[in-house]
T-cell receptor
Framework: DAKTTQPTSMDCAEGRAANLPCNHS???????VYWYRQIHSQGPQYIIH???NNETNEMASLIITEDRKSSTLILPHATLRDTAVYYC?????????FGTGTRLTIIP | NAGVMQNPRHLVRRRGQEARLRCSPM?????VYWYRQLPEEGLKFMVY????????ESGMPKERFSAEFPKEGPSILRIQQVVRGDSAAYFC?????????????FGSGTRLTVV
């Protein structure tokens, strides 16, 4: 029973910024937004997380709207190795629950 | 500085045999989570364990599946009398604190094939 909605799939040209949206309209005040990705059939890899402020790390940026009902993960310069399924997860004091994610394909 | 270690990476069992999957958490992590991923599906939570305790087993099938995390040694996910439908990738994750906002670190998984 995932609390997020993501597009099923997206394409992005290599070298461009990949912007992955996520809706989480029922998020509550103490819940974080997490992003993980799964490359092929490897274990999920943590990307980034945030509460209300925008966040940036060496992998990506996370933009959270002011009302916190949606967010966008930005991969600034997508490479072929970024082809994966990206999961947006709302996480509070329960276990991490994965939805179906967005299958991002980077096009050469 | 090893991450979460799972073994074996691949496991083949005949129907009716037992499967034992092992997970060694990251150093300093005492909380372990098991997930199952059926072919072409998402990850489903199975069980959350702390050393010597099962905290949440709401995702575990009622029969044939069990998990433990002893005081010493890895966490074990045990599947008795395996059936074809148990064929899946089983992932283990660990965290330093319960339901840590630092997130979970996942292992590379064990791919179980039942023939």
């Amino acid at each position: 029973d995932a609390k997020t909605t993501q597009p099923t799939s997206m394409d992005c040209a290599e070298g461009r910024a990949a912007n992955l949206p996520c809706n989480h309209s029922t998020i509550s005040g103490n819940e974080y937004v997490y992003w993980y990705r799964q490359i092929h059939s490897q274990g999920p890899q943590y990307i980034i997380h945030g509460l209300k402020n925008n966040e940036t790390n060496e992998m990506a940026s996370l933009i959270i709207t002011e009302d916190r009902k949606s967010s966008t993960l930005i991969l600034p310069h997508a490479t072929l190795r970024d082809t994966a399924v990206y999961y947006c997860i709302v996480f509070g004091n329960e276990k991490l629950t994965f939805g179906t994610g967005t299958r991002l394909t980077i096009i050469p | 500085n090893a991450g979460v270690m799972q073994n074996p990476r691949h496991l083949v069992r005949r129907r009716g045999q037992e499967a034992r999957l092992r997970c060694s958490p990251m150093k300093g992590h005492s909380h372990v989570y098991w997930y199952r991923q059926l072919p072409e599906e998402g990850l489903k939570f199975m069980v959350y364990l702390q050393k010597e305790n099962i905290i949440d087993e709401s995702g575990m099938p009622k029969e044939r599946f069990s998990a433990e995390f002893p005081k010493e040694g890895p966490s074990i996910l045990r599947i008795q009398q395996v059936v074809r439908g148990d064929s899946a990738a089983y992932f283990c994750a660990s965290s330093p604190r319960p339901l840590s906002v630092d997130g979970y670190t996942f292992g590379s998984g064990t791919r179980l094939t039942v023939v």
